[in-house]
């Protein structure tokens, strides 16, 4: 097939510019096996479940937000701790919010944003309610600023 009979808008041009910048070149892929980090899923998953059971959302949600999976080929992994996380946020007092969230580390609390973009950004909001992400992002901007959302917007460690 010739390059003539291809139409111009399905080339790949960055492919021939060496100077390109790819995702994998702003960032260090998680080490972790894919398999791996799926398991480590699924056991935060079990040890969130056990969390609140026990009505301690603070340490289920620094469980579900260490180590959160990124990066290609952990797709499973990102939907099953994005449905945990979700449950925490769901199942959490709008009363108890503000010190959970003071309770978190820096980088726990700018994971937790981009969780709640994520969650934002599914069709429909999925299974929770529009208010419930829109209150945990006012009381998390409230704590941390602004500069906890431009964290989460600029980091290509995508959740």
Do not use: C
Not at 95 to 117: F, G, H, N, R, W
Not at 127 to 141: F, Q
Not at 148 to 155: H, K, P
Request: hydrophobic share 40%; aromatic share 6%.
């Amino acid at each position: 097939m010739s390059v003539l009979n291809i139409p111009f808008r399905k080339i790949d041009i960055d492919k021939y510019d060496e100077d390109v910048l790819n995702d994998e070149d702003l960032y260090d892929a998680d080490p972790r096996d894919p398999s791996q980090v799926l398991e480590e899923a699924r056991q935060r998953q079990a040890a969130v479940r056990s969390s609140l059971a026990k009505n301690n959302t603070a340490e289920a949600l620094e469980i579900v937000l260490e180590n959160a999976p990124y990066g290609p080929n952990v797709d499973e992994a990102k939907e099953i701790t994005l449905s945990t996380l979700l449950t925490i946020l769901n199942s959490t007092k709008a009363t108890e919010i503000t010190a959970v969230i003071k309770s978190l580390s820096p980088d726990a609390q700018d994971t937790l944003m981009k969780y709640i973009y994520k969650g934002m950004a599914m069709p429909g909001w999925g299974d929770i309610s529009g208010s419930v992400l829109l209150g945990w992002h006012e009381k998390l901007t409230e704590i941390t600023g602004v500069g906890s959302i431009v964290r989460a917007m600029t980091d290509r460690r995508v959740v």
